[in-house]
């Protein structure tokens, strides 16, 4: 299959240039000024638009049973949803439940992908038990290429592990050369303050913020860098949420940690007061955790892209409808956590970041994309145009302006966080290894073809 794409502005974290894109059976082939197209090419018609890598998504919940429930998409649903919206890859995290070995929970994360995935994929392997059984495992499943662990400091009793567990994983990772990503809340701290508030009689949605204050994200972003730094491992610190954790993970780096951070574009954009909202369904929309902070928050994460401090924007989609929020009336500590986030993820980081001036267009597509290739081992097959890069392109039109609306995106749930928001652009043709999966915006591709990509 040979794809050409003419006409184009070439934009990738380090270079900017008009040129056309030579595709062949899913590789980029050639980039020159006006290639001819071959006789059997398929031409797209890139003028006035950019030409960028596809986005990568590095924090993505699909198959995520969780809090009593399951997440509402599927990799079809999910996968399309990102296509739309410009990701091409997304690394999701197989997460075993207590008693579970690793293999046997990889093995229901594949069976779910498989042959349903629309864009490509990968996962982090989330280690939410430490014992003998479960390093051999975690060995072989590196050697299979599946190079970056997961834990959770938070999630007392369901996926949260203990320090000793932690040093041993971290250990691990150290001797096996391979990534430990990590959500960062103390989860003793968390519990007794859910206690504390719920037995007070504050049970609503508004409570879920102050039951998960920035010093308890804090403690746990310095409690893992400094097992980092005795175990010399290399950390990822996941969906950061605020200027506390964030001056913990910088002081970490000045001491020679190897610490790489990941805001998420709701962390952006949306404040507490969201989830203080009146109507108990209408706040519990948006219960994550971390939670949403105080707007004061914002622009020092806007500034940790500007300056280098922030790596990488992921979206930590984790979709839970109106129905299954409810399960949290009259205790917010049974309100599924999460928010439906992969699709707008990148276009509305162009609208608050690029068209508004505050961040630069290789700065955007290095974090939107480029950055989580080189630190999950995917770069250059992902996260540039370059020869023998895989296929994957955007071709982005700047100047299209639209609203978002859950009744007319994507992903398999009943509300969008930013309904009613304007969005700066679109992704108009979105490629997976040279096939066209997204024209004019929609999904029009071929279901399944995602893989799974070894790293
Ligand atoms: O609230 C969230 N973030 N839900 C998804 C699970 C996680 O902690 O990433
Ligand atoms: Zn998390
Ligand atoms: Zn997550």
Redesign the pocket.
């Given at each position: 299959m040979t794809l050409l794409i003419k006409n184009g502005e070439i934009i990738t974290a380090d270079s900017r240039y008009h040129a056309d894109v030579l595709c062949e059976d899913g590789t980029i082939t050639r980039i020159d000024d006006d290639i001819d197209p071959p006789a059997d090419a398929e031409v797209i018609d890139a003028d006035g638009k950019y030409v960028f890598p596809g986005f990568i998504d590095p924090?993505t919940?699909i198959h995520?049973p969780?809090m009593g429930t399951f997440a509402k998409d599927d990799y079809t649903t999910g996968t399309k949803a990102a296509l739309c919206g410009g990701t091409t890859t997304l690394i999701d995290f197989v997460i075993p439940g207590k008693d579970e070995a690793p293999k046997e929970a990889l093995e229901t994360w594949r069976e779910q992908s498989e042959g349903n995935a629309c864009s490509d994929y990968t996962y982090h392997m989330a280690v939410t038990r430490f014992d003998d059984e479960v390093e051999a495992q975690l060995r072989d499943i590196v050697d299979d290429g599946l190079t970056s662990f997961k834990v959770?400091l938070?999630?007392k009793g369901a996926f949260g592990i203990d320090d000793e567990e932690l040093y041993r994983t971290l250990e691990l990772a150290e001797e096996l050369d391979v990534v430990v990503a990590a959500?960062c809340e103390n989860a003793e701290m968390v519990s007794a303050l859910q206690n504390k508030l719920y037995d007070a009689g504050k049970t609503g949605p508004e409570w879920h913020e102050p039951s998960r204050p920035v010093e308890v994200e804090a403690e746990g972003t310095r409690h893992i860098c400094s097992m980092a730094e005795v175990t010399g491992a290399e950390i990822y610190i996941?969906?950061l949420s605020c200027a506390d954790a964030l001056e913990e993970a910088v002081e970490a780096k000045m001491r020679g940690v190897n610490v790489h951070v990941e805001t998420l574009i709701q962390h952006l954009l949306l404040d507490e007061s969201y989830a203080q909202h009146e109507d108990f369904v209408e706040a519990a929309k948006f219960?994550?955790?971390?939670p949403l902070r105080a707007g004061d928050n914002f622009e020092v994460l806007w500034a940790g892209f500007e300056n280098g401090l922030i790596d990488t924007l992921g979206s930590?989609h984790?979709p839970f409808d109106t129905e299954q929020k409810k399960m949290g009336r009259g205790d917010f500590r049974k309100i599924p956590?999460?928010?439906p986030s992969l699709e707008d993820r990148v276009r509305m980081f162009y609208t608050h970041g690029v068209a508004t001036g505050r961040v630069d267009l290789h700065r955007f597509v290095e974090v939107a994309s480029t950055r989580a290739a080189q630190v999950f081992g995917l770069f250059p097959r992902k996260g540039t145009i370059q020869p023998g890069a895989d296929a994957d392109i955007v071709v982005f039109d700047p100047d299209y302006e639209g609203t978002i609306r859950a009744d007319t995106h994507n992903m398999n749930v009943d509300y969008n966080p930013f309904e009613g928001m304007t969005v700066r652009g679109r992704c108009d043709a979105v490629t997976v290894r040279g096939t066209v999966q997204v024209r004019d915006g929609e999904f029009v591709g071929e279901e399944g073809i995602g893989k799974l990509l070894k790293r």
């Open positions: 924090h919940h995520l969780f959770f938070a999630y959500h996941v969906h219960v994550m955790s971390p930590d984790a956590n999460g928010i």
